[in-house]
């Protein structure tokens, strides 16, 4: 089993599936990635050669991924939260940061439903 940025590749995929198993590789940038390694996207992660691996992980290098790009994410919710913009005080009380409706869903951000006493009447 290869590893790119501390992640586990599984050998089972093909390799421009596998690489989207790391954070902040999608597919398109995936593409981009065995593009300019000169490596086909169809050949399976675990048929790679070691040459190939050193090639993918080169060019996986120059992209902010993994631990670098979750801080980075980090930091900019935090930054909004400080600065008491319209999307930190949402992020502060967990509710939906763009501007979806909250009277009927948004369970994911509100979390389970609370009942109140008396609402029906």
């Known amino acids: ?40 996207p169809n050949k399976k992660a675990g048929d790679l050669s070691n040459e190939e691996l050193v090639l993918i992980r080169n060019e996986v290098n120059k992209y902010p991924t993994e631990g670098d790009l979750r801080r980075e994410v980090n ?5 909004k ?3 008491n913009s319209y999307q930190g ?22 979390g389970k439903g609370k009942t109140i006493a008396n609402k029906k009447k």
Request: proline fraction near 3%; hydrophobic fraction near 35%.
């Open 1 to 40: 089993m290869a590893r790119i940025k501390g992640v586990d590749i599984p050998n089972n995929k093909r390799i421009e599936i596998a690489l989207t198993y790391i954070y902040g590789i999608g597919r398109s940038l995936s593409n981009r990635i065995l593009k300019d390694a000169n490596v086909d």
């Open 75 to 79: 930091m900019n919710i935090k930054t």
């Open 81 to 83: 939260m400080e600065i």
């Open 89 to 110: 005080t949402r992020h502060k009380k967990g509710l939906p940061v763009r501007g979806q409706r909250t009277n009927r869903n948004a369970r994911t951000r509100k």
